[in-house]
């Protein structure tokens, strides 16, 4: 078999392995692609002004869509974004500086919404886990319980959020991005380290290429499932900080929409939907698809409603070029 | 808590558990405020249940193959905006036109997931998006109030007939039509087939991709309806009229007891669940518990049931 | 039992399915540095034996003993920790992840500290396991650019890493062959030769020439038991056979007397029929009435020959033809058009709908003519499906019961009775009495017969080569894709197994 390196042996495909990596790179070609298209209709795209506007705009998607990446790189999906930071934007508004009630916990608040966006994605992690349901099931009902709690405490109202801490985090700049673009960075490099340096983050690929295989290798699986869930908990209540913060406020409408842009920019960017391949920085370029995508239509003055249609088409575009149908047996 | 599920499920019991807890809820609620067991309160609760059922009544094909549809409340709200713009000019002929747009998007989708391969949710997620930017579009994003005129094109919706409301009576004809396509053509019998073993269904020579856009083009066609109906009791449509009903339909067709694994279910039995779902809200609404909030009811309701219903043996690995 | 320095051993191990015992009380024991052959017929049992040697099943009764303590396997992890390791057929590494991912994979915590994983020490840690079986492929590269035999061999690289925590080890090897050329399979043997100081191997296999040449001793197994245990260097291939078949043939088995002469009305030709990578160049006639048997090993490309008659691969090349029209499957819907109907080897899977009713499984094909105005005629239904229970003698509680609680003979009649309704003339026997006790393989042999004799042909693959011959009018033998070798099987005429295996392999 040293005779029968990759090379020369019937059974490698170097060919596959090299259209497989630009495969890897067809969402970055897309994305340059855009952008030219756009800088050439519009030359106030390339401004410094434009790109800090795309970074503020990419930042929530990007913090949401790391969350997602975790559980669909298991082949898992999330369904509860919307409801979790929907839950943490309303309680961060009633914890900090506001104009409903005497609470000012500052930072402290902040703190105990990622914890609670955690014990969600916990709660969603041992439901689907232990009582084996599929995750997509397990999440519809807790992205609905998320919004509902959100409506019991606020009752259809709006809470202003006065605290300049987290204002200031959608107001205030440092060399010139919103510190918000700066969260979502290190949440990033914390996403890739977890990822690719931990042997939690291998595990995650390791069920998502093969669970039974995983099971075989004496991988904690169910634990991995449960910690990835609650982790993504994590991430979706920093979204929804962000989401208060760049606001002012919080409502139970505020998620609303937020689902989609995520599985699409996380889709998009070219995390398979079937597990074990893709990352987050792959997500990034999704996100940046999406958003340059959006900031491209709203230059040439296309209604955001559209938006929403077109992100649809590209989730479907996305996965149907994605999907290696050969492996499929049924596709439920 | 997983065992006790397995004795539940696994049980003789779990066939009768849904008409069960039903009439449970109903002695509760009753027990609690007499009003509700009067004959016109009962009245009013089947005509709130019409259109949750018959939303619930097209997904329950759907369910039963092993698929899922998460386009049905966009398909509802986009048929109630079809309807509020073209009542108008065309009449009563706006009416079908609405439900050819559902079965459209069913066709699209049932496409979208059988050639290309695409999980039935993730192509029905993607649907919707479309399905909700036209709605928002068409409709300026505003809600389309009737006039005085267009209302008279309402009087099958919103009259009564012998002192029953009309929806319920078109619930029952959805109750009918879809019970005979369910339980005696074989579109129906495929369906269970390949929620129950497809392998051995494509194997036996069933057309399954056609079997399931059918269950598509169906479930499009059967929200369209229901947007409708919310049309005509409204007497307006809106691109979000239907946005709060995707958990509640879901949760319907479970908490019946059809296995959300597919292969087990009936449409009597998404009419119990339908059933059980408005008492449970009426319940609530009694006990002052704001509308918004009911999710976090339903939510855990669909857990809980999808949690019994489930046929684990199915799912050798659970994603 | 066990020889006194075993580094493993099983001792009248027994194992009992909801009805099937798997295993009847098997001893067998493995010494150090020893290369142990494991051999036996489909259904013989070795699969669960290697099951629960590597923790995915427990054992009914009977010991399990490493070294000289009986041990309790209940996860594939507790194995590992004994020092027995599992090296699957193929696809049991991780595609998606390195070489070095998977040689350590679950084992990654020598390596991390502060939760951080030192992937440079790691590489160099796999490079050094690669380096034992001589493998000479950089860790980093992705294990799905390797080739299935660079895959064995990362695999038993995994298997090493075990050396570590347990010291001696033993590796099961689960027909580790059956995709490797011969080249390969050169390789292969020559490696696991060079490891014998630092581990003993179980090897299973079905085939006896690889089994003799590799392993110090071997033994056989039929019907959950132990039949035979000698040194390879006393064994032969014959002396195998004889022992895992077990019985000299007695004609009666198979109902030879109710074999009838083939019509003479062609049903099915092949000419020139290929798919490529599977199979090419295949010719034959199927007629009324005959059954035609296609022996083969793994990899001889009768199972997608098989499968693209029952629709699910069509052919690239060639013509095949159905009652004189050519025809071209798409999908299985297409076949059963042309009156073909298909008895899978996955009857759990593809045969029947385990969770519908007998009623429903046998009417599935055909509901079109039991509709009317596209209503299902339930009352004509229920008719049907008690004419067929009651003529194949189908033991059920009744027509309303669940496939799922039939017994496996029973379940097989039930598929027949779908395509018999159906009206199908060529049936396409894929394995059909797998996982089948001998009464219940009996009556599908009595079935065949008497279908073959109303005039259905009938393509028969089997999990033994004596059942081929013993149920065919003629046998087609295969091999690497083409045919190599026909023989007439009439009553009378039944070739010898020896004389048609020199053209399997």
Sequence with gaps: MSAASPLDAPDAPPKRTRRLRLAAWAPVIVLMVLCAIIAVVNPNFLTFGNFVRITQTAAIPLVLGIGATFIILMGSIDLSVEGILTCSAVVLSMLVLNGANSNDLGILGALIVLAIGGLIGLVNGLIHVRLRIPSFMTTLGTWFIGVGVANALLGGMAIRITDPVIRGLAVERFLGFPWGVWIAALALIVAVVIQNHTRFGRYLFAIGGGEDLAVLSGIPVARVRITAFALAGVFYALGGILVAAQLGLGNAQIGTGRLFTTVTAVVVGGTSLMGGEGGVLRTLVGVLIVVVLSNGMVLMGVPSSVQIGVQGLMIIAAVASSIDRSKLRVVK | MASFLRHIASDRVRQWLPLATLILLIVIVGTLEPVFLQPATLLDLAGDTAVLFILASGVTFVIMLGGIDLSLQSMASLSSVIVALTLPRLGYAAFPAAIAAGALAGLLAGLAHTRLRIPSFIATLAMGGVLASTALVSSGERSITLGADDRGYLGWITGTLAGIPNVVIIGLVVLVVAHILQAHTRFGRYSAAIGAGEPATYASGVKVNRQKVIAFVLSGGFAALAGIILTGRLASGSPTLAAEMLLPAIAAVVVGGTAITGGVGSIWRTLVGALIISVVRIGMTFLGVNIFAQNIVFGAVLVLAVAITIDRSKIPIVK | MSAPDAVLALVDVTKTFPGVKALKGVSIDVRPGEIVGLVGENGAGKSTLMKILSGVYQPDGGQIVVGDKPVRLTSAAEANALG????????????????????????????????????????????????????????????????????????????????EVAGHLVILLDEPTSVLERAEIDVLFSRVRALKDRASFIFVSHRLDEVLELSDRVYVMKDGAVVAEMPAAEADIPKLHQAMVGRSLQAEYYRESLQRPPGTEIRLEARGLGLTGAYRDIDFTLR??????????????????????????PHDAGTLTVNGSPVRFANPAQAVDSGVGYIPRERRVEGLVLFLPVSANITLPDLGRLSRWGLIDGAEEKRIARDWVTRLKVRTPGIDALCLNLSGGNQQKVVLAKWLNAKARILILDHPTRGLDVGAKEEVYELVRTVSAEGVAVLLTSDTLEETIGLSHTVLVMRDGTITHRTDASPGHKPAQVDLIPHMV
């Design chain 3, 84 to 163: 027995i390791a599992m090296v699957f057929q193929e696809q049991s590494l991780l595609t998606n992840l390195t070489v070095g991912e998977n040689v350590y994979l679950g084992n990654e915590a020598q390596f991390t500290r502060f939760g951080i994983v030192d992937w440079r020490r790691l590489y160099a840690a796999a490079a050094r396991q690669l380096a034992k079986v001589a493998l000479d492929v950089d860790p980093r590269n992705r294990a799905e650019d390797l080739d299935f035999a660079s895959r064995q061999m990362v695999e038993i690289a995994k298997a090493l890493t075990l050396e």
């Design chain 3, 288 to 313: 009324a009435g005959e059954i035609l048997g296609i022996a083969g090993v793994i990899g001889s490309g009768r199972e997608e020959l098989t499968r693209t008659l029952a629709g699910f691969a």
